[in-house]
Structure formats: structure tokens, C-alpha cells
């Protein structure tokens, strides 16, 4: 039953898969996303840390500021 919903069921023209196929790309964009700018903040950070220049700050707070 799930199974002919997923492949036949449509929406705007695609099919309920490709929906779910979609939204799960998109959610694992997001996780990347999110997770490569608090990777950046942290790393940032200790750079600015260690060779006192402010820029760098300033890029580690840009990156912490990074939303969805």
C-alpha cells in the first residue's frame, strides 16, 4: 500500500517518492551546512587565538552567525 503511494501517488506533478527523495537531500544539505560553518567557527577561533589578528574573529563570528 505504501509502496503504490510512494511510486504512484503525485503531486505537482512528481511523484511522492521523488518528494521524499527531495526532502531528504535537503535535509542532508542542511546538516552539512550547519555542520562545516561550526567546523569553521571552532577552527577559526583558535587560529585567531594563536596569531592574534582580528579579521579572523570577525570571520569566526560570521561563520557562528551562519543560519538555515
Known sequence: MIRDW???GQWFGNS??????AGAGALVGYIIAHSVALFLKSRLN??????HRPGLHVAAEVAAATRG
Not at 511522492?16 to 527523495?21: D, I, S, Y
Not at 583558535?46 to 596569531?51: E, G, I, K, Q, S
Open 16 to 21: 511522492a517518492f521523488a518528494w521524499v527523495v
Open 46 to 51: 583558535t587560529l585567531a587565538d594563536r596569531v
Open 6 to 8: 510512494l511510486l504512484h
